[in-house]
């Protein structure tokens, strides 16, 4: 167990809808990152927080947005959905912006 | 664009070493990561080595960093069937691998 929760697990949605996933970091942990592992994608990082500011990103789309809270949990945002959004989504958490990152399990997100 | 490269397929028989090879392309990269990741589950860190170590040993793995080369490598010493799982090499948390499906043959 990493200590770093997501939530849900498992999550089935219509196209055009939206959802959100909601991290919770490790203990003390101020930067949040979350990722998109898609079959023909691979791993693909998507956004970092650190203590409630973005603090770099990568491959998100305009349609996908985020957030780190005062309390340092964390929620991504996916709207307007579509069949290749389909994916398994990780958040990650650091104590640092340099410190080593771990994972949580994931939430596994169809969309049909 | 920088990519982290690593071949897609190894497989061992129980009881070899496995191998895994990397290669990234920043050279600023402070911290280089091995993950593994078993069917339906997260990635699991298995450990890191700092740009400024040249080798890192823990317990059955060591990780073994040429910098000149920009060459990163995983040995998994006496390979079990626990050890089939995908494998990520990463450049800090930014840039990830495709990944190497190790496979463990009894």
């Known amino acids: 167990d990493s200590g770093v929760t997501q939530t849900p697990k498992h999550l089935i949605t219509a196209t055009g809808q939206r959802v959100t996933l909601r991290c919770s970091p490790r203990s003390g942990d101020l930067s949040v990152y979350w990722y998109q592992q898609s079959l023909d994608q691979g791993l693909q990082f998507l956004i970092q927080?650190?203590?409630?500011?973005?603090?770099a990103k990568g491959n998100i789309l305009e349609r996908f947005s985020a957030q780190q809270f005062p309390d340092l949990h964390s929620e991504l945002n996916l709207s307007s959905l579509e069949l290749g959004d389909s994916a398994l989504y990780f958040c990650?958490?650091?104590?640092?912006?340099?410190?080593?990152?771990?994972f949580g399990e994931g939430s596994w997100l169809t969309v049909v | 664009g920088e990519d982290v490269e690593q071949s897609l397929f190894l497989s061992v028989r129980e009881g070899d070493s496995s191998v895994i090879n990397c290669t990234y392309t920043?050279?600023?990269?402070?911290?280089l990561y091995w993950y593994k990741q078993e069917p339906g589950a997260g990635l699991q860190l298995l450990t890191y080595i700092f740009s400024n170590m040249d080798m890192k040993q823990d317990q059955r793995l060591t990780v073994l960093l040429n910098k000149k080369d920009k060459h990163l490598s995983l040995r998994i010493a006496d390979t079990q069937t626990g050890d089939s799982a995908i494998y990520f090499c990463a450049e800090y948390g930014m840039r990830f691998g495709a990944g190497t499906r190790l496979t463990v043959k009894p």
């Open positions: 990650a958490s650091s104590a640092n912006s340099g410190n080593t990152i771990y």
């Open positions: 920043d050279s600023s990269s402070t911290y």
């Open positions: 927080y650190y203590n409630g500011e973005e603090r």
